[in-house]
């Protein structure tokens, strides 16, 4: 008899292990999707139109010790220009921008930063981030996530938080996440309480099979949804964010969640990017991407122009992260001045 | 599906009730894969069970593992199965895989997570099983499998020896 309760009660308990799940937080969602509702469409392609211009007549970026190739077009480097684009951007949107120069082996990086104060924990940050450099006219990697950045800028600038956001366009994540890496080594990442970091977030298809899985990790085949990519650490921010974007009908989202910390073997391809070492900081934070080269097939190559992205993808993305920026930043009802 | 795959995994246990003629500990070399629309899991590592023998033919084991290269990857199974007689004595089984430990994740649109669990139904294969002084040592095997969110599982141990 008690043999026979005690095998009861492991069928019962596997059965409810089987049927949950875990739900995520949907508090501070309205407020925050209402923020999102400020983003013009119109703002954001003359941002990646002005940065693909720039970049045809800037100068690349000394390339020696990172040989070429196909997928790594080295020598076609720029980001001088989209530097003082981007600093001139924050002024004229009424920020007061700075940029950290972090040197190491002759290569300087110019990583941009401005910054919201928040009004009750004003010394926890969320951080936005997407990487300023880019290869050829870099109009998806990563022009798309600069003009979302700015334009998320433009309007949170308008609103209050409890905690302060830091907008961050680093340099040289093409040459392996070297501003990004160098910041957080010299100890600028010990307020991050949450990153959200972009890269490329303006390629969308609707054709079947569009879409590449990754690492043997399963997706959906038409490549017309934005990826969130999390590690254990930031699992919270990637349900909320889904969650979020399906409530308000702001974007199509699939979230990813890496296995553990997300830097084992099959995790490394969710690492890709500027968030790679916040990773194994054990800062939370999220990916935001198209899936790169899984669906691009303009990645690191001469045709990633303007005509080449999907504007309404790009609008779609650019609200989903204004309003993941102002939830997680704790948006404050009453608009500022 | 998962009341049968409970079953499936807690039938060695009642079969422990049963006359078990021998009882060998077993170490195992393995690669796992479990790929499916929400749950990416697996990796490649070792681990160690139990084979009993319940007559000449008809044994079941149970063995955990752990796995690295997706994170920790942690499949517990448990399987029934038979063997030849001989010295040569390949076995076909059915098991049951528990997969715990870490996982990628694939979020529903409404942001829930998949289930903690992933059970899995197999059907292995040990083609080169031989018997040595009453133990056996098993090379590549193989197993095939399906489990939740249209999940398939592939595992192929290069060896397997029991102690």
Known sequence: ?337 | MIRYLIIMMLLPLKLLSVNVDSFYPYVKQNFLFYQSDRVTAGGAGGGIGVRMNYNQNLFSETDICILWGNGNSIPVTCAIGFQANGVWCPAVSLSSSVLLGQRTELLDQEGNLPSPFIYTINLKLQPFRFKHENKNVSFCDFALGMGPYKGNLLSLTMLSMEF
């Not at chain 1, 026979?4 to 009660?9: D, Q, V, Y």
């Not at chain 1, 110019?110 to 290869?135: C, K, M, Q, W």
């Not at chain 1, 199509?252 to 099959?266: E, P």
Request: hydrophobic share 40%.
């Open chain 1, 1 to 337: 008899m008690k043999t026979r309760s005690i095998f009861n009660l492991l069928i019962i308990g596997f059965i409810l292990l089987s049927c949950s799940q875990t739900k995520p937080d949907t508090r501070g969602f309205e407020n925050a999707a209402l923020v999102a509702e400020d983003v013009i469409a119109e703002n954001l392609m003359p941002w990646i139109e002005r940065l693909a211009l720039l970049r045809e007549q800037d100068t690349p970026v000394d390339n020696t010790g990172f040989e070429e190739n196909d997928m790594f077009p080295s020598s076609h480097l720029t980001r001088d220009s989209a530097v003082v684009m981007v600093k001139n951007a924050f002024i004229t949107m009424g920020y007061e921008p700075y940029i950290i120069e972090l040197s190491r082996n002759n290569l300087t990086a110019y990583n941009v930063f401005a910054e919201i104060r928040g009004t009750e924990l004003p010394d926890e940050y969320i951080l936005v981030g997407s990487h300023l450099d880019a290869f050829y006219a870099g109009a998806d990697d990563n022009g798309s996530a600069i003009a979302a950045m700015l334009e998320a800028a433009r309007v949170l600038k308008n609103y209050s938080f409890k905690r302060s956001i830091r907008f961050a366009a680093f340099d040289l994540e093409e040459f392996g996440s070297v501003g990004s890496t160098r910041y957080v080594e010299a100890g600028y990442a010990h307020d991050i309480k949450a990153a959200i970091v972009m890269d490329m977030i303006g390629y969308s298809s609707e054709e079947e099979n569009s879409q590449d899985d990754v690492m043997g990790i399963r997706l959906p085949d038409k490549g017309d949804f934005l990826f969130i990519a999390g590690n254990d650490n930031s699992r919270k921010m990637v349900q909320q964010m889904t969650a979020l974007n399906y409530q308000y009908n702001l974007t199509k989202t699939v979230g990813g969640i890496a296995a553990g910390d997300g830097t084992s073997f099959l995790g490394s391809m969710f690492m890709r990017s500027d968030h790679g070492l916040l990773w194994y900081k054990n800062i939370p934070a999220v990916l935001m991407t198209d899936t790169a080269n899984f669906r691009n097939k303009n990645y690191h190559k001469s045709s990633d122009t303007p005509e080449s992205l999907d504007p309404a993808f790009l609008y779609r993305n650019t609200k989903a992260l204004t309003a993941a920026t102002a939830l997680f930043a704790g948006i404050q009802l009453q608009q500022a001045q």
